[in-house]
């Protein structure tokens, strides 16, 4: 097996005093996720944006990593202290880029619960030098796809930034139909990383499929960790939707033209396996999904050596990501 340039697409970050303005809401409105942040040494790791991350890219393998702040981001935090917070959080991730540039490049943070600042703080970010976006399916009340978002979608893209959808607690009102009846750490497990998160993730971006987004910006490139975040596995029915919803093309054509997909650290091969049967092995990229997935080098390597051939292990290992994110000039 030919020797691989490794970019690594999701690999979060956190700030201080976006922690401390998070933790500071008020019990009802507080993400709860919070608690993942500080098991073990996950704190420190996300910290971290100098010679330790470096370290720990280099003991995998990994040659580029592209930072995101871990979530929630800054979305459940009121508008002004979004905007300020945003603001901050993508000059604090230039500077860590400007410290590593053959190392980092970063997904810029954007104040979505202040929507008329969205588009503005992206162009910002883009000046910067962020090579995407993150964001998340809900800003309150309000979803991803809610007309407010208008400008954001088409900014993004104008200037080819892509956004990649991160998974995010599921509303008190879901969680209390679905989630709850259980000790407490069981009823987030079960919202978060073990079902909830990922069901929230796929739903918003099929949302953003039947609301014609991609119909009206054709070249918007949008990204889901997690092998599609299950919306991969229920194509056949998804499909069913275009009709009633009027959209020019199939579900599956959308997923295959507009969405690149990410492994998010989860090295299994019959998800490899599965993704190339609906999608194609240009839509797909790796992550790792610092530092809460942690797989070692050999880990990788064995994973790598799933592809049919070395130019299908080159695309999903960094051609597609550098291609994608403008990265050329790093593979």
Same mark, same amino acid.
């Given at each position: 097996?030919?020797?691989?340039?490794?970019?690594?697409?999701?690999?979060?970050?956190?700030?201080?005093?976006?922690?401390?303005?998070?933790?500071?809401?008020?019990?009802?409105?507080?993400?709860?996720?919070?608690? %993942?942040?500080? #098991?073990?040494?996950?704190?420190?790791?996300?910290?971290?944006? &100098?010679?330790?991350?470096? *370290? =720990?890219?280099? @003991?995998?393998?990994?040659?580029?990593?592209?930072?995101?702040?871990?979530?929630?981001?800054?979305?459940?935090?009121?508008p002004?202290?979004?905007?300020?917070?945003?603001?901050?959080?993508?000059?604090?991730?230039?500077a860590?880029?400007?410290?590593?540039?053959?190392?980092?490049?970063?997904?810029?943070?954007?104040?979505?619960?202040?929507?008329?600042?969205?588009a503005?703080?992206?162009?910002?970010?883009?000046?910067?030098?962020?090579?995407?976006?993150?964001?998340?399916?809900?800003?309150?009340?309000?979803?991803?796809?809610?007309?407010?978002?208008?400008?954001?979608?088409?900014?993004?893209?104008?200037?080819?930034?892509?956004?990649?959808?991160?998974?995010?607690?599921?509303s008190?009102a879901?969680?209390?139909?679905?989630?709850?009846? %259980?000790?407490? #750490?069981?009823?987030?497990?079960?919202?978060?990383?073990?079902w &909830?998160?990922?069901?929230? *993730? =796929?739903?918003? @971006?099929?949302?953003?499929?039947?609301?014609?987004?991609?119909?009206?910006?054709?070249?918007?490139?949008?990204?889901?960790?997690?092998?599609?975040?299950?919306?991969?596995?229920?194509?056949?029915?998804?499909?069913?939707?275009?009709?009633?919803?009027?959209?020019?093309?199939?579900?599956?054509?959308?997923?295959?033209?507009?969405?690149?997909?990410?492994?998010?650290?989860?090295?299994?091969?019959?998800?490899?396996?599965?993704?190339?049967?609906?999608?194609?092995?240009?839509?797909?990229?790796?992550?790792?999904?610092?530092?809460?997935?942690?797989?070692?080098?050999?880990?990788i390597?064995?994973?790598?050596?799933?592809?049919?051939?070395?130019?299908?292990?080159?695309?999903?290992?960094?051609?597609?990501?550098?291609?994608?994110?403008?990265?050329?000039?790093?593979?």
């Amino acid at each position: 097996m030919a020797t691989v340039t490794l970019i690594a697409i999701e690999e979060h970050w956190i700030m201080p005093d976006l922690t401390s303005a998070l933790s500071a809401m008020p019990q009802h409105v507080r993400d709860e996720s919070l608690a %993942f942040n500080e #098991m073990g040494d996950h704190q420190q790791r996300l910290e971290d944006l &100098g010679a330790g991350r470096i *370290a =720990a890219m280099d @003991a995998q393998g990994i040659d580029v990593s592209i930072l995101a702040l871990t979530p929630p981001g800054t979305q459940p935090l009121p508008p002004r202290d979004a905007v300020a917070l945003s603001r901050t959080a993508n000059d604090v991730a230039a500077a860590a880029v400007s410290s590593y540039p053959s190392r980092l490049r970063a997904l810029s943070t954007l104040p979505m619960s202040s929507p008329r600042d969205v588009a503005g703080e992206l162009e910002r970010a883009a000046g910067l030098g962020h090579v995407g976006t993150m964001v998340y399916g809900r800003s309150g009340e309000v979803f991803l796809d809610d007309p407010v978002y208008n400008d954001f979608f088409a900014v993004a893209a104008e200037l080819g930034q892509p956004v990649f959808i991160h998974p995010q607690l599921p509303s008190a009102a879901v969680r209390d139909a679905s989630y709850r009846g %259980f000790d407490p #750490m069981t009823e987030l497990g079960l919202a978060t990383f073990g079902w &909830g998160w990922h069901l929230d *993730a =796929a739903t918003a @971006a099929l949302r953003l499929i039947l609301r014609g987004t991609f119909d009206r910006h054709p070249d918007l490139q949008v990204v889901l960790g997690h092998w599609g975040e299950m919306l991969l596995f229920w194509l056949d029915r998804a499909n069913s939707l275009s009709r009633i919803a009027g959209l020019q093309r199939s579900v599956s054509d959308y997923i295959r033209s507009n969405f690149f997909i990410t492994t998010s650290g989860m090295l299994n091969p019959a998800l490899l396996h599965h993704a190339l049967s609906v999608t194609s092995v240009d839509r797909l990229i790796f992550s790792t999904d610092y530092p809460f997935q942690q797989p070692a080098r050999e880990e990788i390597n064995s994973f790598l050596g799933h592809f049919s051939s070395d130019a299908e292990r080159q695309k999903f290992s960094s051609v597609n990501a550098a291609s994608l994110y403008g990265l050329d000039n790093l593979v």
